[in-house]
């Protein structure tokens, strides 16, 4: 048989092999790990499938600054960049997984030259020498006959698709914190605007009570008390400047630039639902980034395992040390079919004396799978038990939101009655004071409840898996 007959025969029974490797894998196909979703949401748990996470995050926030914020944190922010880079990682793990179902061909070129000589008893006679000149490549192939391979291939594109989920869990991280620290940053504002509302009444105030004092309707200590309330509200101030301007700094950060002022609007500007959607936990399990990590972690795990348990079958590798072409002494005629050498060897390997080792990779292997459905379980739990918590807390914000309404209509008439008092002489200068701070606190907490109202709409919108792609 000729050399050439003899390569191509050899080809042959290698796509043989190749076309009927399907019926020998072991194919143990993954399933979606089932989770119990009814009542996941306890009582809050209801059939409404309508949920705000259908909406996109530009027509979700109405505020044009925040969009705008928002935009460009996605744009430029480094977390998210980095996890750019961590797709294209695993992008790259993803192709050489599969390139290992391809053979390893490497080419090699090699030219020998042996000097004999004719001579005796160190005689210098010159000798002969001959020249061999050769050109082939080098293949080796596992042929993946069980499905290791593939296995593994599948455990990167898992891996890949988990990358991805990171992006969006990034993502929806960036838009939340970014909505979040721009409402605190619009109730510092308005913390501030009342303490100098505030500041300008006790300085009103300040100048009554020496007035008083002169007339002989209030004495010192009235107008001292007058002052302290004054002085100590002036004191709060810098510390709220301060604070908006690190909350300005914050918002730099997240958006991946120098700190800068950060234009915006007023809180009492920003809408939100009366009533917020949040669907059934179906949807939040198909939506939320966190949870497709887990279960693509999992599935990870699977595929791995499976990969440990082909590696007990025997291996079958085709390998050559080289076909090409050779030549002695001359390298006219070198590509002539004659030339054509071959070295082809099929070889089968069963493992033995590694099984110990083999067996525990298994168990390494089954027990990172236990692992992480155990982590996609609690993940889940954690997630329905953040989504619950957010409506019971807006829920009852909702609910005193008009008492704070009362609360602070009541504190302006109570202030306004007490100065009048003062002015008559029917009451003194303690009611007064203490109605203005009273009325000062009822006004700090209409902010803050508002201030909440509004994470409760951001963090519900993230807990949902709101923000995605």
Known sequence: MSRYKYIKNITLLGFMILTGLPACQVMNKYKVPEIDSDNLYGEMTSSDTTTITGIPWKEYFTDSFLILLIDEGIKKNHDLQIAYTRIQQAEANLSMAKAAYFPDISLAGQVDQSRFSNGSNGEKVLGYHSTD???GVSVSWELDIWGKLNRQSRSKYAQFLNSYAY???IQTSLIANVALSYYSLLALDEQLAIMKETVDLLEENVETMEALKKAGLQNGAAVEQSKFLLYSTQASIPDLES???????????LLGRKSEKIERSSIYNQQYPSRLQYGVPVQMLAKRPDVQQAELSFRSAFELTNAAQASFYPSLTLSSS??????NNTLSNFFNPGNIFANIIGG????LFA???LVGSLKIAKAQQQEALLIFEQTVL???QEVTDVLYTFESLLKKQKARELQ??????SVYFTQELLKAGDANYTEVLTAKQNLLSALISQVNDKLEQLQCTVVLYKALGGGTE
Do not use: H
Not at 322 to 327: F, K, Q
Not at 348 to 351: A, R
Not at 408 to 413: F, I, L, M, N
């Open 322 to 327: 080289s076909i090409g072409y050779v030549t």
């Open 167 to 169: 992006k969006n869990l």
């Open 408 to 413: 602070v209509e009541t504190g302006q008439r």
């Open 243 to 253: 604070q908006i301007r690190q909350m300005e700094n914050s918002i730099n950060t």
């Open 382 to 384: 954690i997630a329905a």
């Open 355 to 357: 099984r110990k080792q």
């Open 133 to 135: 000149y050769s050109l």
């Open 348 to 351: 089968l390997t069963q493992p």
